[in-house]
């Protein structure tokens, strides 16, 4: 499996970022597809997470302004985050949670495919 | 809620490297780890506390004991230079959290 990040690389401020990540394969179920951003120099955040299904979980510091969805038919899963500002400014990744295990099915919410992420910039 | 590494970890070549990575839910949940080579996207070392991807030498290897999870990298190799971060799923706000990275080098 490989994916592949897609969208504007420039985004003024108080306007919205929209990302599409493409699955290689017709795989999307039965997985939970995750966006991460990595701001220049610093480390991991994680912004959410989409079921194949459609059901989203969002990190409570960017819920009031994140949308995340699924489309199978394209294979494709998207981010759209709002009100964006400098500190919004990062390389943002797409990435596949890890099977669950077990026989209760327990997601313990780790990434075992990344894209190569795409830097986007909001400035004026 | 956070989960706390040691900013930087030196070692010579085919020595071991060990990073910490503390928290109080690592007691609880399963920790992972990636290693982030400079430019490149984050790689899948250590899921589960201890399991390993395919690919990935078996000499990377994670434990965790108490409220510490530990990745150890034996006969480190100068291709193992990178960032490593470990990470965890929180039920206090029922959501992903990283630590905030080790820088390791390799002398």
């Known amino acids: 499996v490989q994916l592949l990040e897609s969208g504007p690389r420039l985004v003024k401020p108080s306007e919205s970022l929209s990302l599409t990540c493409t699955v290689s394969t017709d795989a999307m179920s039965p997985y939970y597809w995750a966006w991460i951003r990595q701001p220049p120099g610093k480390g991991l955040e994680s912004i959410g997470y989409v079921y194949y299904t459609g059901n989203t979980y969002y990190n409570p510091s960017f819920a009031r302004r994140v949308t995340m969805s699924v489309d199978r038919s394209q294979n494709q899963f998207s981010l759209i985050l709002n009100s964006v500002t400098a500190a919004d400014t990062a390389t943002y990744y797409c990435?596949?949670?890890?099977?669950?295990?077990?026989?209760?099915?327990?997601?313990?919410?780790?990434?075992?495919?990344w894209g190569k992420g795409t830097t986007v910039t909001v400035s004026s | 809620h956070g989960l706390t590494q040691p900013p930087s970890v030196s070692v010579a070549p085919g020595q071991t490297a060990t990073i910490s990575c503390g928290g109080d839910s690592v007691a609880t949940e399963s920790v992972h780890w990636y290693q982030q080579r400079p430019g490149q996207a984050p790689v899948l070392v250590v899921f589960?506390?201890?399991d390993r991807p395919s690919g990935i030498p078996d000499r990377f290897y994670g434990a965790s004991s108490g409220n510490t999870a530990t990745l150890t990298i034996t006969r480190v190799e100068a291709g193992d230079e990178a960032d490593y971060y470990c990470q965890l799923w929180d039920r206090n706000i029922d959501h992903v959290v990283f630590g905030g990275g080790t820088k390791l080098t390799v002398l």
């Open positions: 589960d506390d201890r």
């Open positions: 990435a596949r949670v890890g099977d669950c295990s077990g026989a209760s099915c327990t997601w313990t919410f780790y990434m075992d495919v």
